[in-house]
């Protein structure tokens, strides 16, 4: 009988296969999960074609710094530049602006939104970014 990699032990070529199938699955389930919003271990996942979702996209790479945002991973260093012009973006790469800040989280989101004028095509939206909940308006 011959069998997929040509191997002449049917139990080694299932461990094969089967790792395969987990490297493949893991890979898929760590591209989709969101970022961690505000340090809470809460994730989301959003849908960039509504207001609040490109919103989630931006903070995404913002917030965390992922290479996962369809909007490319440099807009992370390009906006924390903008709102921390005393941190170099080399050294903001990796670090979280609103991670530790608790009660001012909020305050911290609503702050960068002011730095995202691709906002202003969308008139008004919301979302829920793990317990810091705010609304957003245009700016």
Do not use: W
Not at 44 to 61: H, K, R, S
Not at 70 to 83: C, L, R
């Amino acid at each position: 009988m011959r069998h997929f990699l040509n191997c002449t032990h049917p139990a080694a070529e299932f461990l094969v296969l089967l790792l395969i199938v987990t490297v493949v699955a893991a890979g898929y389930l760590a591209g989709s999960t969101g970022a961690d919003i505000c340090g809470t271990g809460k994730s989301t996942d959003p849908d960039p074609t509504t207001f609040a979702g490109y919103v989630d996209y931006v903070l995404d790479d913002l917030v965390q710094n992922t290479a996962s945002s369809p909007y490319g991973d440099n807009k992370g260093a390009i906006y924390y530049e903008k709102f921390y012009p005393d941190i170099s973006p080399g050294a903001a790469r990796g670090n979280s602006i609103c991670h530790g800040k608790g009660s001012d989280c909020q305050k911290c989101l609503s702050d960068i939104l002011k730095y995202l004028k691709p906002c202003d095509a969308f008139t008004t939206g919301s979302a829920q970014y793990a317990g810091c909940s705010m609304q957003f308006q245009q700016y």
